[in-house]
């Protein structure tokens, strides 16, 4: 496999002079408004939290990192298109997928353009360990071909998936796990797919407005989020998937869960909102912006969500970032 070795050439420093703790109630993280769409954001611990994003057009991928209580921008070295979706397996070992098959892989200095047998969009990236990754893809329009690839510690090889039932499937977005045999994706028209670790399975939760992300904290405490007019969430709990689609809920991005009773939800219109997973009842409800938030995510100190103003496609291209303290109910 041939690769492109870069190196970060320099952190820039855009936020407040001085870090400060996390406030427990939701306000800007720092001023994104200059940083491009944020797409995801992930890190292994307080430490260190990425963000990912970029610009449209012209596609521009850029990754921001939370250190100290500060948000610096990455000069990764290397142009890339759009990136979509960020994981890892520590400080040093952080995956970021994008546009047009990008992949890139690195320990916050050096970093990797990996080779990948796609030049599809990839939506989401997940893995049980650093030699086990997947991600998912597609472009969802018609022509768009729903992608799944997996790097196996040597190379990143595409997976052959059973034929959809579902019609008119042109692009997974989000995969996630709790083991290399217990694999869920998400996508297009609410297509669901899960791996057992010899087979895929096609399920079925009665929704046909595509779903987007999802999250879980054991293989039977597992919820996924969608629709584009009116959030859809869906539950695994281990015997059957359950769904409710709240009246006046707006489309919903972002999911992540920190316990195994609390979902924690972000969207169109600037929604954050927790649900009760057992009865998928709203716990409480906040529009701090206008703007979209399209994830979410807690790193044990903060809980901090990402986004942009989506519904401008030709630019400019704004990015928003919100956190406050984690709690122990999260």
């Not at 990192?65 to 979509?84: I, Q």
């Not at 992608?147 to 977005?173: M, Y």
């Not at 999802?214 to 919820?223: E, F, I, K, M, Y």
């Not at 359950?242 to 809920?249: A, K, S, T």
Request: with cysteine; proline share 7%; glycine share 14%.
């Amino acid at each position: 496999m041939s690769s492109i070795r870069v190196s970060c050439l320099a952190f820039v420093l855009i936020a407040c002079p001085s870090p400060s703790p996390p406030s427990d109630e939701w306000a800007p993280a720092f001023d994104a408004t200059d940083a491009g769409w944020l797409l995801s954001v992930w890190g292994p611990s307080p430490a260190a939290v990425y963000a990912v994003g970029g610009d449209n057009q012209p596609s521009r991928g850029t990754v921001w990192r939370r250190e100290a209580g500060r948000w610096r921008e990455v000069s990764l070295g290397v142009e890339t298109p759009l990136l979509n979706w960020v994981t890892g397996f520590g400080e040093d070992d952080v995956v970021i997928v994008g546009n047009r098959g990008t992949v890139l892989r690195g320990d916050g200095t050096t970093w990797e353009r990996q080779e990948t047998p796609t030049d599809q969009d990839l939506w989401g990236v997940w893995g049980s360990g650093p030699d086990d990754v997947w991600a998912v893809g597609g472009v969802p329009f018609m022509g768009g071909i729903p992608t799944v690839i997996r790097w196996d510690g040597v190379a990143w090889r595409e997976v052959e998936l059973p034929e959809l039932v579902r019609a008119n499937v042109f692009a997974f977005f989000k995969v996630w796990g709790t083991g290399p045999s217990d694999v869920w994706i998400v996508g297009q028209r609410g297509v669901l797919l899960h791996w057992d670790g010899s087979a895929w399975e096609e399920r079925f939760a009665g929704v046909d407005a595509d779903l987007i992300s999802l999250w879980g904290t054991r293989p039977d405490r597992v919820a996924m989020v969608g629709g584009r007019g009116n959030g859809w969430i869906v539950t695994w709990d281990g015997a059957e998937l359950r769904r409710r689609q709240p009246p006046g809920l707006p489309g919903l991005n972002g999911v992540w869960m920190g316990s195994d009773d609390v979902i924690h939800v972000v969207g169109e219109q600037g929604e954050i909102a927790t649900f009760d997973f057992d009865s998928l009842e709203m716990i409480d409800e906040l529009f701090p912006t206008t703007l979209t938030f399209h994830a979410i995510f807690g790193d044990g100190e903060r809980l901090t969500t990402v986004g942009g103003n989506f519904s401008m496609p030709a630019g400019p291209f704004r990015g928003v970032a919100y956190d406050r303290a984690q709690r122990a109910s999260d």
